[in-house]
């Protein structure tokens, strides 16, 4: 039986490398990351300027690099292009949000996991066999995955936490919606290909009522570390107040036996001065034709692949602003504690 391990550190008075470092101790990080392990930090970078509750801190990335750096000298970050139908490349976010400056300050290596060279896996899915591209640096070249998750709300899988953070380690959008109706089983397997295994989730600020893009932040000031995304799902999970059990892809790794329960799961400290406001998603009208096109194949082919699918986005927006609107002021104020 995995020991599996969480710990749970508050912001306030700390700073993200202080806390990240007491919780990559108190997860073992050290049983299975030596100075010459190859270690793959995933941030969730899902828009082109920084957003609290949106993405992850670039604070909170540095915190990361700074504290692994104790463990290893061979550290890379990276995150593949994202804004699904209209893309935008992860090279400009970099740039956006100073996480290109202070990698290069720090000797870390940065990656846009939609440039390099990628091979092709077979995923064994219920029923079917599906070929998806991967990246080789991370299939190949990576010893293990340390994911930066956020908690928030989605309104298609309904929680973005240690397992959806991955989505992001697939290169090609297109790709990505392709898949999205096989995405609980999809996104199991991509975790298990790319070795997904430290979470470092950052905890400043979630999202609630809507996700991915459009919720409300909410100031949390916690941050949970993991030896297993199992375990970090379950933990964010309570202390969102969200039933992982109403959470498609999050049963799905419960029934794959990868969803530990929380007595299973030793922890440092109590669960009470953690949890605030529950969690709880409203969706939109305009948030349902992505909703079908998410869970049934014709829908996203005819959204999105289709010769229709330029004039229904413009429909759309006749009605709903896109969620990636690259004008808007440059948001990278969060109020994280200084270093």
């Known amino acids: 039986m995995t020991d599996n391990r969480a710990y749970l550190g508050k912001l306030t008075g700390s700073t993200y490398r202080e806390q990240f470092a007491r919780g990559l101790e108190f997860t073992d990080f050290g049983s299975y990351v030596r100075q010459d392990t190859r270690v793959f930090i995933k941030p969730n970078l899902t828009f082109p300027k920084y957003r609290p509750g949106v993405m992850t801190s670039p604070k909170a990335v540095e915190g990361a690099i700074l504290a692994i750096r104790e463990y290893s000298s061979h550290i890379f970050v990276g995150d593949a292009d994202s804004g699904g139908y209209n893309r935008f490349s992860m090279n400009q976010v970099y740039q956006s949000t100073g996480i290109g400056k202070f990698a290069k300050e720090h000797g870390v290596q940065l990656v846009n996991l939609s440039e390099g060279p990628r091979r092709t896996v077979k995923l064994d899915l219920p029923g079917k066999e599906v070929s998806l591209d991967l990246p080789v640096l991370l299939l190949d070249e990576m010893d293990t995955l340390v994911t930066m998750p956020v908690p928030k709300l989605h309104c298609n899988t309904q929680v973005s936490l240690s397992f959806k953070n991955q989505w992001g380690c697939i290169p090609e959008p297109r790709d990505r919606l392709k898949l999205h109706p096989r995405f609980a089983e999809v996104i199991f397997e991509v975790n298990r290909a790319v070795k997904t295994r430290t979470v470092l989730m950052d905890g400043k600020y979630g999202l609630n009522d809507n996700g991915p893009m459009r919720g409300r932040p909410v100031e949390l000031n ?3 570390a993991s030896n297993d995304p199992g375990a ?19 049963e799905y790794v419960r029934s794959r036996g990868e969803l530990p329960n929380l007595e299973e799961i030793k922890m440092n400290t109590e669960f009470s001065s953690f949890i605030g406001e529950r969690f709880k998603l409203y969706r939109e009208p305009m ?12 829908i996203a082919y005819l959204a999105y692949f289709s010769p229709l ?3 229904l986005h413009k429909v759309l927006y006749l009605f709903r602003k896109p969620f990636y609107d690259y004008d808007s002021p440059d948001e990278t104020s969060d109020n994280d504690p200084p270093k």
């Open 222 to 224: 916690w941050i949970l």
């Open 232 to 250: 970090a799902a379950r933990v964010a999970c309570h202390l969102m107040q969200v039933d992982p059990g109403s959470v498609e892809h999050l």
């Open 287 to 298: 948030d349902y034709p992505g909703v079908l096109a998410f869970r049934y194949s014709p």
């Open 309 to 311: 699918a330029d004039f």
